[in-house]
């Protein structure tokens, strides 16, 4: 029992846009000269990475060459339909179901095509990185059957044909290809499993409710037109065509009827029934519930990983829990005392475990097999059987996925402008104290080489990073910062952190994202046979909810945030109360977690349909924040889900019901994000005509709630179209400004952003765009007026040295002009493949690092020698501003020795901080 060592297996594939795949397939060669251009495959690179499932198929015959790939798995994309006339949803329809043959070249030791090697791939999975973007898993067709038995617990074969439950399936199934961090072991006989707990509490709230709202549209009065058409001797019917010959019979549609010149034909008026949201206000207090202790537990410090902190997320077949550690132990002394040795506990199923044994405690959330116990036995407690011989077989093993981790930027976090503009505040002077800690930050980098340094480092994470170089040479050579290159760096970053970071809302305050903990100690209790609504961590306030952190002292008060988050209902008043039980029992819960009040309070709603498995929230101290967050708390009502779930699964079992619920899934990211602009809009015009419109309060609220629906949709099914709905809210007529201008600059500028590096790129027109009074308009106008512009103060800024003094290439014979060009071929390549990525994508910086390790991999087996560093060097800086930044990183990660040797070495100055402003002088 306990942490292994971590072991890299992870499998680089290929992805294919799945209409280039059908192009290229379907591609019949026209000899003519004016001949259809032979098409080709859309190609990306892809990542199946080093997780519990890539670990069991390289031991199950997947083939992965020496440099880490493999043909034995493909991603299919559905981002586009086929010019030739299939949508994406057919493309999608028609891969699930005929699977896909792929023809792969085979290619000799001089790069010539030797011959074609045709693969046929079956789909088998929407990977957990990719459930709402769409994409898909398909696999080489002998491996196929050997995969879906291990990803579904060999429980697909065991699932009924009919009203199958393919979404929980497609959900849970892939739970093992999460990435993992590292591994644990955990026996089954170490961990308990109990009941989980509803507990209401009674509230200031709205309910975001559906209804059944008639429609009218006019229809062709098909029996009023059969009359009509007999008059030009037509009829729908053939029976009445055999009665009278005369009669000529068509179908019975609007092109039939204009293909006899028929355009005028009777109508009639049909009422049909169209579901919509709408919110029930009502003036008494609704009831809430949370549970709590929803997709976590607690591991016992004794086998708590040595190098992780604060909790574990693990993930393994048709589980994922986030483990709070703490002294189980300990409580269980304490509590039993003297029958410690053999106290036992009962765990949900009816099975007695001594207390001494337990190392893990979680509850039925975390455990995602207990929805398919009809097919596992009939009953919870066979059900549990066959998973602990599951498990068993397969060594009881655990991915660890995440942990606490500080932020980058040390005592402060970066917010976003959902956050900015759902704060009911449109006074300048309090925006003007909001933002000031990124004011001061971002003047700092400007003034202060020593600041500016440190925000690279911060942000130095990726390997591809040209920060890293940035860092290495100023360390190498105190004259670097004052080349022309250092400087434009050093400016292109912060300008781009002024208005592509904090102009857009993404300001910085003192806080942190915290994983959120449920009442632990209630756990304990519960577990012990005690009354856990008793537990004495904290009591009910009213105006806000109790909560314990390090990160904070006790007593502060505080201002919370969940994403999605899209209304001031969603904002949070949190009182930091330090509890004696949980510093005694959890006292290792590190700075990076916050344990949240759930017993008589109405946290999870107020968060948004938060729950417990690494739900994280933004907390701040800013006293400004925190005061608006206590009046939202109080002001604006608490918004509760109550839109109801479908029954039973609409599905089958076969690939036609897969691709039709992936489809849905797929457009539901579209929809995320479309209910946070809606709601944005909505909020910008609701502060702009004085917060008094409950018109528009009605929209953010309902959109709050179907964010929460579209992100759920990959695992439930809800009684609302979402994407029709969010099209009805955007057309109401309190969305229409009356001067016709619909977008704040704010937004305008955010959507811009967002469309960076995508093919489809649809621009607002300037004309739509003006100045709303809404909070993040404010902010934005704020940072632009109180960012210092340096060009005012050219004489302050320090002088600009050439490249020469740092850098001064001398040609030389020994440089292998071979391998110089191959070197700048293949970066050239790699920054073409980068160019070509989707900046606006959740694993846009994934996909980087994949292609930068593949640059590397290419570059593996070269040695170059100095000569050849110095002129590839030479040649970045020589007028190549559009691969410089990639082969300097590229050069640098290659050989950080060899390449820092070609400049020249320097002293670092003693001065505290060279290379800065004097701040007293600007004014």
Request: net charge positive.
């Amino acid at each position: 029992m306990g942490k292994e060592s971590k072991k890299s297996q992870s499998i680089k594939i290929k992805s294919i846009q799945a209409n280039s795949l059908y192009a290229v397939n379907n591609y019949v060669e026209d000899e003519s000269e004016t001949g259809n251009k032979k098409p080709y495959l859309d190609l990306g690179e892809a990542v199946i990475n080093n997780s519990l499932f890539s670990e069991y198929m390289i031991h199950h015959a997947v083939a992965v060459n020496g440099k880490g790939r493999s043909k034995d798995f493909i991603v299919l994309k559905f981002d586009y339909g086929f010019k030739g006339g299939m949508s994406a949803k057919e493309l999608r329809d028609y891969y699930y179901e005929n699977g896909a043959t792929v023809i792969w070249p085979v290619y000799d030791k001089e790069g010539n095509v030797v011959k074609e090697e045709p693969i046929y791939y079956k789909m088998l999975m929407r990977s957990t990185g990719k459930a709402k973007e769409g994409d898909c898993i398909f696999i080489r067709e002998n491996l196929h059957s050997t995969a879906l038995k291990y990803i579904t617990m060999d429980l697909w074969d065991k699932m009924p044909y009919e009203n199958a439950k393919i979404v929980e399936m497609s959900a849970y199934a892939p739970l093992v290809t999460a990435t993992a961090i590292d591994y644990i072991t955990i026996p089954m006989e170490n961990i308990l499993i109990v009941k989980d707990e509803d507990v209401y509490a009674r509230v200031n709230a709205v309910s975001v409710k559906t209804h059944d709202v008639p429609y009218e549209r006019k229809v062709i009065d098909w029996d009023a037109t059969e009359k009509l058409i007999n008059g030009y001797n037509l009829t729908f019917y053939k029976k009445k065509r055999r009665e009278n010959p005369k009669l000529k019979c068509i179908r019975k549609s609007k092109p039939a009827l204009k293909e006899y010149g028929i355009v005028d034909y009777p109508t009639k008026t049909k009422v049909y029934y169209k579901k919509e949201c709408y919110v029930d206000r009502s003036d008494e207090k609704a009831e809430v519930k949370n549970t709590l202790w929803d997709g976590m537990g607690c591991i016992d410090e004794s086998i708590f990983p040595n190098n992780m902190d604060g909790f574990i997320y693990c993930r393994s077949h048709f589980f994922k829990s986030c483990l709070f550690r703490g002294n189980i132990q300990e409580y269980f002394k304490d509590y039993y005392k003297d029958r410690y040795e053999t106290a036992t506990v009962t765990d949900m199923f009816g099975n007695a475990f001594l207390a001494k044994d337990i190392k893990v405690i979680i509850t039925e959330n975390s455990i995602k097999w207990i929805k398919f116990t009809d097919i596992m036995g009939g009953s919870e407690k066979a059900a549990y059987t066959y998973y602990k011989r599951f498990m068993k077989k397969h060594k009881e093993r655990f991915a660890i996925v995440k942990t606490a981790h500080a932020s980058k930027y040390g005592d402060l976090q970066r917010s976003s402008y959902q956050i900015n503009n759902s704060l009911p505040c449109v006074d300048k002077i309090i925006l003007e104290r909001i933002a000031k800690v990124s004011i001061d930050y971002c003047n700092a980098l400007k003034l202060s080489h020593k600041a500016f340094m440190k925000h690279l480092s911060a942000n130095a994470a990726k390997r591809y990073s040209i920060n890293n170089v940035l860092l290495a040479l100023d360390e190498w050579n105190d004259n670097f910062k004052y080349t022309e290159y250092f400087k434009a760096k050093r400016n292109g970053i912060i300008s781009r952190f002024k208005n592509g970071r904090l102009k857009l809302g993404k300001l910085l305050q003192y806080g942190d994202n915290l994983t959120i903990c449920g009442n632990i100690i209630a756990l304990l209790m519960k577990v012990t046979g005690q009354n856990f609504l008793e537990e004495p961590c904290f009591k009910q306030i009213g105006n806000g909810i109790q909560c314990y952190t390090t990160r904070f002292k006790d007593g502060e008060r505080l201002a919370g945030f969940r994403s999605p988050h899209n209304a001031p209902n969603n904002i949070v008043h949190l009182v930091n109360t330090y509890s004696q039980e949980i510093q005694r029992y959890f006292p290792k819960l590190g700075n990076n977690v916050i344990v949240i009040n759930g017993i008589g309070t109405d946290v999870q709603s107020r968060l948004n349909g938060q729950d417990l498995d690494t739900d994280s929230v933004y907390v701040t101290n800013q006293s400004d924040i925190v005061n608006i967050a206590e009046q939202a708390y109080l002001n604006y009502p608490t918004i509760i889900n109550d839109i109801e779930l479908n029954g039973s699964s609409e599905y089958k079992k076969d690939m036609e019901s897969y691709a039709k619920m992936d489809s849905k899934i797929s457009s539901s990211q579209y929809a995320i994000g479309e209910a946070s602009n809606i709601a944005q809009l909505a909020l910008s015009y609701y502060y702009d005509g004085g917060s008094k419109s409950k018109e528009l309060e009605d929209v953010f609220i309902i959109c709050s709630v179907l964010a929460q629906v579209a992100i759920d949709s990959a695992k439930r099914m809800f009684d609302i179209n979402v994407n029709s709905e969010l099209s009805r809210l955007s057309n109401l007529t309190c969305m229409q400004p009356e001067d016709g201008k619909k977008y704040p600059v704010f937004y305008a500028k955010v959507q811009e952003q967002k469309m960076k590096g995508k093919k489809k790129k649809k621009a607002i027109d300037e004309p739509e765009i003006r100045e709303f009074n809404c909070p993040m308009e404010i902010l934005s106008d704020i940072i632009e007026e109180n960012v210092i512009d340096l060009r005012k103060y050219r004489e302050l800024i320090p002088y600009t040295c050439n490249l020469n003094t740092v850098f001064r290439y001398q040609t030389d014979r020994n440089r292998d002009s071979k391998q110089y060009k191959k070197v700048i071929s293949i970066v050239q390549e790699y920054d073409r493949e980068v160019n070509k990525l989707d900046m606006s994508k959740s694993d846009y910086s994934k996909n980087v690092d994949n292609l930068f390790d593949n640059c590397m991999i290419k570059l593996r087996n070269l040695t170059i020698n100095k000569s050849t560093m110095y002129s590839l060097i030479a040649y970045a800086f020589a007028n190549n501003g559009d691969v410089r930044d990639r082969i300097l990183t590229v050069l640098y990660d290659k050989d950080p020795k060899k390449f820092l040797s070609c400049f020249k070495k320097t002293e670092k100055s003693s001065a505290k901080d060279t290379g800065s402003v004097d701040i007293t002088k600007v004014s």
